[in-house]
């Protein structure tokens, strides 16, 4: 039995952490919710208990053997290290130490055994990333990757509850013909689609596009792996989906990747269309399984595959992954 601590609590990524700890029967001795100091006081909800939130400072993890953050990376910079201090493992869900070389950026069903030898800090990877990976190790392990190309189609979910206040009242509003002037987007999400996610740089890609690629050059182990991303902001409440085109190093069928990707752990093959039956945000809502579909050879490349995928960016894309990281440590004794 193991104390955790979960930073951020309070939040969608934080909130579903809990849950997923429930639901899997996470081994909780003490759970230990941390928020901002609004927040303190607050009482979450664990196991039908009310647990108290407590202020996240430098001496908030005394006896935690465990820590789930969910804070953003200026608070991952500032109390990570006073966590491991304290004799805690963390499980950080932001960006700040995902291209750390100490640091193992982690996908259970992919690299596990990047967690031995850490150093007391796991990087928990991009929301589009963790499900991307999922669906291309198979491929990669089988024949090889040479390049990627692609575009994702995010929820807004993935930007927080704002943005899903936004959108839905954005949609009342526009169907009523008295839209509301957006705050959280530099433009209307509602009936709109926005390839603006994060920050462009003088390369006119955005910060999210360079996370996808360099994230997933890290957890396949291929450095040289040439990845091209556009990321997209869509009119969804949750789940992400994307289209990838992969050029593989040695040729394979349509059919050959179907049986790969079936027998792959963390995947569900959703791929009948003639039959409409193909991965949807709306069908990956709530699931930790990455779904794939509308597998087939790419008609302008002799060895280019073609796939879609959706996933759930709260569970798979963030609290689900952290917990199934936890669970890998404990299981392989490197905790």
């Given at each position: 039995m193991f104390n955790v601590a979960v930073v951020g609590a309070t939040?969608?990524?934080?909130s579903t952490m809990l849950r997923v700890l429930e639901e899997r029967g996470f081994p909780v001795t003490e759970l230990r919710p941390l928020a901002s100091a609004r927040s303190e006081g607050r009482a979450i909800d664990y196991l039908g208990q009310d647990r108290t939130v407590r202020t996240l400072t430098a001496d908030a993890f005394e006896g935690?053997?465990?820590?789930?953050?969910?804070?953003?990376?200026?608070?991952?910079?500032?109390f990570a290290p006073a966590a491991v201090e304290a004799g805690a493992v963390v499980i950080d869900n932001s960006s700040a130490y995902r291209m750390d070389p100490a640091v193992p950026l982690v996908v259970p069903e992919v690299n596990e055994k990047a967690l031995e030898g850490h150093g007391g800090i796991v990087a928990n990877p991009n929301c589009v990333a963790a499900p991307l990976v999922v669906a291309l190790k198979p491929l990669a392990d089988a024949v090889g990757l040479e390049r990627l190309v692609v575009s994702s189609y995010q929820s807004v979910s993935g930007t927080g509850q704002a943005a899903v206040t936004e959108l839905r009242e954005q949609s009342a509003g526009f169907l009523a013909g008295d839209e509301p002037e957006p705050s959280v987007y530099p433009h209307p999400i509602a009936f709109n689609v926005l390839p603006h996610i994060d920050t462009f740089d003088e390369s006119g890609y955005t910060g999210e596009e360079r996370k996808v690629a360099d994230e997933t050059r890290k957890?396949?182990?291929l450095p040289d792996l040439r990845v091209s991303a556009t990321c997209v902001r869509v009119p969804v409440?949750?789940?992400?989906?994307?289209?990838?085109?992969i050029e593989t190093t040695d040729a394979l069928t349509a059919d050959d990747a179907r049986r790969l990707l079936m027998a792959a752990p963390g995947v569900v093959l959703v791929d009948e269309p003639m039959q409409a039956?193909?991965?949807?945000?709306?069908?990956?809502?709530?699931?930790?399984?990455v779904l794939v579909g509308r597998i087939r050879e790419?008609?302008?490349?002799?060895?280019?595959?073609?796939?879609?995928?959706?996933s759930d960016n709260l569970r798979k894309g963030a609290a689900t992954n952290a917990v199934q990281i936890a669970e890998s440590l404990v299981t392989r004794g490197w905790l």
């Open positions: 939040g969608a990524v934080g935690i053997q465990i820590a789930l953050f969910s804070a953003g990376s200026s608070r991952a910079k500032e957890m396949l182990g409440i949750r789940a992400h989906s994307a289209a990838v085109h039956r193909y991965p949807m945000p709306r069908d990956a809502f709530g699931r930790d399984e790419d008609s302008s490349h002799p060895r280019g595959l073609v796939l879609w995928l959706s």
